[in-house]
Each structure stands twice: as structure tokens, then as C-alpha cells.
């Protein structure tokens, strides 16, 4: 497990864990049966992640990290509901993480989706539709300027959504250690092909 830190340490491990995972180094992870039991009685992740559900997506995996360092809030499309906003709330308040990432990724399904409903009017069932309407502002917002690739172009714009949210309209336990110094809310976009995170400014 690794000893608290700075948003910026946590975030340049970060950057540092997906430069090792791009140059397919071997994946060392904290794991073994003394990390676990140290891990039994208490964590202390060095961050909180907003993550789509897809598959593909798997945070660890992309950054090089192992059990115990990761706090991982994921559903279809990395949108923030009052679920995910709580979560988050609880790993800053609770947890003490230093660092928020929202991560969105290309050609992700959930968006895709919620495109054929804003586009198309398609529809869903009551629980898909509730799980992707958080995602039609981006869509909206993005509109013409997504130009032939929406999807892409609205996963970005979702992201930046989140992450200004969380910066600036969050409650008090979120603001207040980002007005202190001691949390980050920072935006990423992960390209399925390549393995390579983006970072927002």
C-alpha cells in the first residue's frame, strides 16, 4: 500500500503507471497474501476513480496498480449520479484520497447509446434509459460540432462535465479539500486501440 501523498505525487504515479503499462512492461502488483491481511483492517487508496463499466476499461490494468490503492465508482458511461457522487464524497471524506479521476474512453457504448436515443429516438428500457440520461447533456451540448464522430466528441464533452461539476458545484466535502490543496479532480480519456490515457487540462 502506498503512504499518503499529494494530489500531484498521485497523479504523476498515475501518468508514470500508464507510460509502463504503453511499453508492455510486466505488471508488478501489490498482492501477495502480507498485503492482504495489511489491507484487512484498513485501506488507504491513493485514488478515487469514475469509470465506465465497458470491459475494456480496466483501471489497475492501465496504470499499473494493484489491491488496495484504487477506489473505483463504475457504471455505463462514467456519469455522475447521486450513487457515484456519494461514493466519491465517502473516498475524499472517509478515505482521505487525494485525487478524483473521471475517466471516459473511446467508443464507449453507453454514449453511443444515448445517441441513438437523443439522434434517433430510440428506445431503452426504463433502467437503461435512467442510466443514460445523465449523458444527453454532453450530447446536446456537443451537437453539430461532434461532427461524424459523436461519440467520441461526446464522451470527451462528458467528461469535462463531470469534472467541472465536481470542481465546482459539488458539496462542501468535495470543495473544500480542493479549495485546501489536499484534492484534485482531474479528467482523462482512455483510446481503446492504443492503451494511451489522455489527461485534461
Known amino acids: 500500500m502506498i503512504p499518503s501523498m499529494t494530489p500531484d505525487d498521485a497523479l504523476a504515479l498515475l501518468k508514470e503507471g500508464n507510460r509502463r503499462f ?39 490494468l492501465l496504470f499499473g496498480r494493484g489491491l488496495g490503492e484504487f477506489f473505483i465508482v463504475r457504471n455505463a458511461g462514467n456519469s455522475l449520479c447521486s450513487t457515484a457522487l456519494g461514493s466519491l464524497e465517502f473516498a475524499v471524506t472517509a478515505l482521505g484520497v487525494p485525487l478524483i479521476v473521471v475517466m471516459g474512453h473511446e467508443n464507449c457504448g453507453a454514449v453511443r447509446a444515448a445517441v441513438s436515443v437523443v439522434k434517433e429516438h430510440f428506445g431503452y428500457t426504463a433502467n437503461i434509459s435512467k442510466v443514460l440520461q445523465p449523458l444527453y447533456p454532453a450530447i446536446m451540448e ?34 473544500r479539500p480542493q479549495e485546501l490543496g489536499i484534492l484534485k479532480v482531474a479528467g482523462a480519456f482512455y483510446e481503446l486501440a492504443s492503451g494511451d490515457v489522455e489527461w485534461f487540462d
Open 22 to 60: 504503453l511499453d508492455d512492461a510486466p505488471l508488478a502488483v501489490h498482492g501477495d497474501r502480507m498485503s492482504r491481511l495489511r489491507m484487512a483492517a484498513s485501506q488507504r487508496p491513493i485514488a478515487a476513480y469514475l469509470s465506465c463499466s465497458d470491459s475494456r476499461v480496466a483501471p489497475e
Open 142 to 175: 456537443v451537437g453539430e460540432d461532434g461532427g461524424h464522430d459523436l461519440v467520441n466528441s461526446a464522451a470527451r464533452h462528458n467528461v469535462r462535465r463531470v469534472v467541472r461539476e465536481l470542481q465546482e458545484e459539488a458539496s462542501p466535502a468535495l470543495r
